[in-house]
Structure formats: C-alpha cells, structure tokens
C-alpha cells in the first residue's frame, strides 16, 4: 500500500528555518497532485501549499513568499522549505497525495502521512 512519511520536523526559534521532506512509498508524486497541510492544537487541519504535475503551485496566504513546496526529479520525494519562520507556524505538519491532477489546498487528497512536529519559539 502507498505509504508517505514525513522527516525533518523540530524546534527552531522565530525567524529560523527548517525544511521538511516526503518520501513515497508504492507512489510517485510525478502523476497527480502534493500537498503539506498543518494543524496546530485546538485548530482545524489547514493546507498550506499544494503542487500539481505541472508545476502549478498554490499557497495558503499566511505562508506566501516564505514556504517553498517542491519536488525531486524522481518524484519520490516532496519537500518544504520553511523561511521566516513565526510562532504562528506553530503545528503538526502532513504531507497529502493524490492522483489527480489537481486537488489544490482542500482536504480531499487520498494519501496521507502521519505527520511531523514543527514549533516556532518566540
């Protein structure tokens, strides 16, 4: 079954930057449509960026010009760059699949990973 898991998650203070990665199993991200959501305690899961197969990218506004959603060439892995990091950022952080073409930042992507622990400090 396809199977996706997050690295790269941690602690870093405001300002800092981390970059979280992806990796598929049994799945390339090559044909269809990625995404990282977050969701911090006591909030709804939220899309932060989403990636089609053709290079189309969309970004919650919170994180425009600060995030990075990209993928390698073999469509194996999916990452995101986190600048200028904020307290606000503050979240469990999930990479999302799925085969269509395009899903963009709404929850109805097939394939999800288990999540990965980020927290800005002030």
């Known amino acids: 079954q396809v199977q996706l898991v997050e690295y790269g998650g941690g602690s870093v203070q405001a300002g800092g930057s981390l970059s979280l990665s992806c990796v598929a199993s049994?799945?390339?991200?090559?044909?269809?449509?990625m995404a990282w959501f977050r969701q911090a305690s006591g909030k709804e899961r939220e899309g932060v960026a989403a990636l089609g197969s053709d290079g189309g990218a969309s970004y919650a506004d919170s994180v425009k010009g600060r995030f990075t959603i990209s993928t390698d060439n073999a469509g194996k892995t999916l990452y995101l760059q986190m600048n200028s990091l904020k307290p606000e950022d503050t979240a469990m952080y999930y990479c999302?699949?799925?085969?269509?073409?395009?899903?963009?930042?709404?929850?109805?992507?097939?394939?999800w990973g288990q999540g990965t622990q980020v927290t800005v400090s002030s």
């Open positions: 999302a699949a799925d085969p269509r073409l395009w899903v963009g930042l709404g929850p109805w992507y097939i394939y």
């Open positions: 049994r799945y390339s991200f090559s044909n269809g449509c």
